[in-house]
């Protein structure tokens, strides 16, 4: 297979596998997109493939890690200039929906029938909890701070993922929602 030596950067393989995972994903489904196919787009064999990735769900794995790093960058960049946290909270889950629907290759994720793997995946996903745990906690007072705040992080991400399975009809439905149930909880002091 052209283009696949020993040498190559191994960070450079696996963002050449993952970015042919992404179009192979919006092309065939994600649930339905085996490693050969992957290995295909990606133009290497399944050895070179499962050099990098042992298994299919390491790949899901590391194709959510990348997604969520990117999305979060983007939606800090976005929010960084909100004070309030309430305020800064409901736009950055508006914006964590917002994005994974306008990228195809994340909102194949959701598609009818399978979001149930996506979110599986999001509770797989340590660079997730990570993420989300440091933001959450970034939100709180310092009195709240500690041991709930990886589990108001859970409370986030759950909420992200079934708008995304389940959206409403309006943004504006979203948004009264997070707005009049998930930030209390979220924000409430422990």
Same mark, same amino acid.
């Given at each position: 297979? +052209?283009? =696949?030596? $020993?040498?190559?950067?191994?960070?450079?393989a696996?963002?050449?596998?993952?970015?042919?995972?992404? &179009?192979?994903?919006?092309?065939?489904?994600?649930?339905?997109?085996?490693?050969?196919?992957?290995?295909?787009?990606?133009?290497?064999?399944r050895?070179?493939?499962?050099r990098?990735? &042992?298994?299919?769900?390491?790949l899901?794995? %590391?194709?959510?890690?990348?997604?969520?790093r990117?999305?979060v960058? $983007?939606?800090?960049?976005? /929010? @960084?200039? !909100?004070?309030?946290?309430?305020?800064?909270?409901v @736009?950055? !889950?508006?914006?964590?929906?917002a994005?994974?629907?306008?990228n195809p290759? /994340?909102?194949a =994720?959701?598609?009818p029938g399978i979001?149930?793997?996506a979110?599986?995946m999001?509770r797989?996903?340590?660079m997730?909890?990570?993420? /989300?745990t #440091?933001?959450?906690?970034?939100?709180?007072?310092p %009195? #709240?701070r500690g041991?709930?705040? $990886?589990?108001?992080a859970? =409370?986030?991400v759950?909420?992200?993922?079934?708008?995304l +399975?389940?959206?409403?009809d309006?943004? +504006?439905?979203?948004?009264?929602l997070i707005? $009049?149930?998930?930030?209390?909880? !979220?924000l409430?002091?422990?």
């Amino acid at each position: 297979m +052209a283009g =696949w030596h $020993r040498e190559e950067q191994p960070e450079r393989a696996v963002e050449r596998i993952l970015e042919a995972a992404e &179009k192979a994903f919006i092309e065939g489904g994600v649930s339905s997109v085996g490693m050969g196919r992957i290995a295909e787009a990606a133009g290497c064999s399944r050895g070179t493939l499962y050099r990098y990735f &042992k298994n299919r769900h390491e790949l899901h794995l %590391a194709y959510i890690d990348r997604a969520a790093r990117e999305i979060v960058l $983007r939606v800090r960049a976005a /929010t @960084e200039g !909100i004070e309030d946290p309430r305020e800064r909270l409901v @736009e950055s !889950i508006l914006r964590s929906v917002a994005e994974v629907r306008e990228n195809p290759g /994340t909102a194949a =994720w959701f598609e009818p029938g399978i979001s149930g793997l996506a979110a599986r995946m999001s509770r797989s996903s340590e660079m997730i909890d990570t993420l /989300t745990t #440091a933001f959450v906690e970034r939100l709180l007072e310092p %009195a #709240a701070r500690g041991s709930e705040s $990886r589990l108001r992080a859970r =409370w986030f991400v759950r909420v992200i993922v079934s708008l995304l +399975a389940l959206p409403e009809d309006s943004e +504006a439905e979203e948004r009264a929602l997070i707005e $009049r149930f998930v930030a209390p909880p !979220i924000l409430e002091r422990g």
